[in-house]
Structures are given as structure tokens and as C-alpha cells.
């Protein structure tokens, strides 16, 4: 997944830059800010939610994301965040019956979202971002505003928490 | 070195997400709307109700002839006897008493 994403990136990173200012198109981010969203939240209802909230940002920041030298490194910014704020303010269970992972996935991967679902908001991110996305500690400390050894430490402290709920 | 079996699980629950297709996540509009539309379209459409409620409701509220009988109780009929009928043509007024005798 994570070679997939990258790959997809550098596509839609080099057809970013040969688009003019004036062929700024929104519907070429879609699959981009979904595939973020998704990874961080784990299921694609939320993940729905997450892109339409930042595709509606998007629009109102297209001059801010022409200006940048690096659109999706912003853009993968604004999602991860607009992510992380809809995981904290999830008050309720996700139905699992309802999601579109239970219907598609074995018991392991319902197992695994559940257990997902009990670990904070930050862990959260940090395991989808490494392990969902691929990326690596700098496009992380980058899309979190933290240091390089500060995503380390806590992406390990991150994997430990989801040992623990895992074995509970 | 193998990694802990719970975080392949993850790794497995990670590489499944990119099953899902994206779903075609709709916009309201492209451009969005003017914030000034959000506060003047709820007036304008009040007041274009209440327009068309005034005129829709105009015909029935001007005073006109009656366009049929009028049925009063005994009170009325009294205070009709003696006091001002001229706003009501007597030919329109038929009273209908307790016992069903029209006057």
C-alpha cells in the first residue's frame, strides 16, 4: 500500500506542477485526501467526512496551494488534521455493522478496528500515516510540525499501545 | 527481524483499506456560495412569503355582499332589529329560528 500511495503521489505531484494556475481542478485531489483520510481513520465512512471537509478547504485555498512548491505535502497537512479532529471529537462508536470494512473484511480486520478505535487520536494518526501511507518520519514530523525524533518515539510508543489493547 | 503479530495484523487491516474505492464525495458547489446570499436568501424568501400570503389572502379579507344566507342566533337577531343593518342588504339576511322557520 505504501509503494502504491507513494507512486500515486509522484504521479499527482508532477501532473500538479504541469497544471497552470488557471487548470487548478479540485477533482484531482479526491483520491489523494480519501486515501489520507482513510488510513488515519480506518474506516471509509469517517474517512468520506474527513474529504469533504477538506475538499471544501481546498477550495477556498486554492491560491495558498498554487503559491506552494509542495501541494500535496500542504494538502496532506490540512487532511491529517482535519483527521485527527474528527477522531477527537468521535464520541460515539463506529457501527461496525453499518462499515464498509466489516462487510468487506475477515474478523482479524474488524478485530484490528476495534482495537484501533481504543487507542488515542495521536496514535492513531502516527500508525496510519507510517504504516497506512508508507511515509517516512520526515513527511510525518513535516505534516505534524514535531521533530524527526519526537515521530520516532512516539510512533514506538504508538505500535506498543496497540500491542497491549491487541492482547487484551 | 519479525515483527510483533499483532502489528501484521495492522499491517494486513492497513493493506486492505486500498479495496475500498473512493466514493465520489460530493461539493456543494464549486466556487461556494457569497456569504452575503446566507444572510439576505432567508430574508428575501420571508418576505416573498409573506407577499404572496398577503395577496393570495386579499380577496377574502376586503369586505364585500355577502354571497349567501347569513345564519344569526336570537342575540344577534336582536341587536340586528335594533341597531344599524345597513352594512348588510336586509335581502340578504334570512334567519333561521330554533324551530326552523326561516324569516
Redesign the interface.
Known amino acids: ?1 505504501a509503494i ?1 500511495l507513494r507512486a500515486e503521489s509522484h504521479r499527482m505531484a508532477s501532473a500538479v506542477r504541469n497544471q497552470s494556475s488557471v487548470d487548478f481542478d ?1 477533482e484531482g485531489y ?2 489523494f485526501v ?2 489520507c483520510a ?2 488515519v481513520c ?1 474506516e ?1 465512512e469517517g474517512a ?1 467526512d474527513v ?2 471537509e477538506v ?2 478547504i481546498l ?2 485555498s486554492r491560491r495558498q496551494i498554487e503559491a506552494t512548491d509542495q501541494p500535496l505535502a500542504w494538502i496532506r497537512k490540512v487532511t491529517v488534521r482535519s483527521a485527527t479532529h474528527y477522531l477527537k471529537r468521535q464520541k460515539r462508536t463506529v457501527s461496525l455493522q453499518d462499515s ?2 466489516a462487510n ?2 475477515s474478523v ?2 474488524l ?3 476495534q ?2 478505535q481504543r487507542l488515542s487520536p495521536e496514535h492513531r494518526v502516527l ?2 500515516m507510517a ?2 501511507q508508507g511515509l517516512s518520519y520526515r513527511e510525518i514530523a513535516d505534516a505534524l510540525g514535531i521533530p524527526e525524533g519526537t515521530v520516532a518515539s512516539r510512533l514506538n510508543a504508538a ?1 506498543k499501545a ?2 497491549q489493547e ?2 487484551r | 527481524m519479525k515483527e ?1 503479530p ?2 501484521d ?12 474505492p ?2 465520489a ?3 456543494p458547489t ?3 456560495l457569497p456569504l452575503w446570499a446566507l444572510f439576505t436568501g432567508p430574508i428575501f424568501a420571508s418576505i416573498l412569503a409573506y407577499s404572496v400570503l398577503v395577496i393570495s389572502t386579499a380577496g377574502h379579507a376586503m369586505p364585500t355582499e355577502p354571497q349567501g344566507p347569513i345564519l344569526l342566533n336570537q342575540y344577534a337577531l336582536q341587536e340586528l332589529r335594533k341597531g344599524d343593518t345597513s352594512s348588510v342588504p336586509a335581502s340578504h339576511i334570512f334567519v333561521i329560528t330554533s324551530r326552523g322557520r326561516v324569516i
Do not use: C
Not at chain 2, 495484523?9 to 475500498?20: E, H, N, T
Open positions: 500500500m502504491v479540485i479526491r483520491e480519501f486515501r482513510l488510513s480506518g471509509p468520506e474529504a469533504q475538499l471544501m477550495l477556498k464498509q470494512v468487506n473484511s482479524e480486520g478485530a484490528v478496528l482495537t484501533l500508525l496510519g504504516m497506512g505500535k496497540f500491542q491487541w492482547e | 510483533h499483532a502489528l495484523q495492522l499491517s494486513q487491516f492497513y493493506q486492505s483499506l486500498d479495496d475500498i473512493t466514493p464525495i460530493s461539493l464549486e466556487r461556494g
